[in-house]
């Protein structure tokens, strides 16, 4: 079973910018989409951005335009870039990756946004 690894996050004030990446420890194109969810606290895990193998991109309404799913095969990782951050992006980022049934999480990542 690949392993996910997430890194980047941290706390970062209102307007800012933060890099997440979520490295595999396999092929990033064996899988048939990966993407990002968040979990704030004391609400329901939601999903952020996909990515699909043939790099078809999906985000949720509220991050369009401020967020950048991309992905780099040479490295196994996919980034999520995430400029102009709000407070209510703070919660706990997941990377998930998808091939047929199955469904691999990373261990999460916590991103705060506050001044």
């Known amino acids: 079973q690949a392993q996910l690894v997430e890194s980047g996050g941290g706390l970062v004030q209102p307007g800012g910018s933060l890099r997440l990446s979520c490295s595999s420890s396999?092929?990033?194109?064996?899988?048939?989409?990966m993407g990002w969810f968040r979990q704030a606290p004391g609400k329901e895990r939601e999903l952020v951005a996909t990515?699909?193998?043939?790099?078809?991109?999906n985000y949720v309404d509220s991050v369009k335009g401020r967020f950048t799913i991309s992905r780099d095969g040479a490295v196994n990782t996919i980034y999520l870039q995430m400029n102009n951050l709000k407070p209510e992006d703070t919660a706990v980022y997941y990377c998930?990756?998808?091939?047929?049934?199955?469904?691999?999480w990373g261990q999460g990542i916590l991103v705060t946004v506050s001044s």
């Open positions: 990515i699909n193998v043939g790099g078809v991109t």
């Open positions: 998930r990756a998808r091939v047929m049934s199955r469904t691999t």
């Open positions: 396999a092929n990033i194109f064996f899988f048939n989409d």
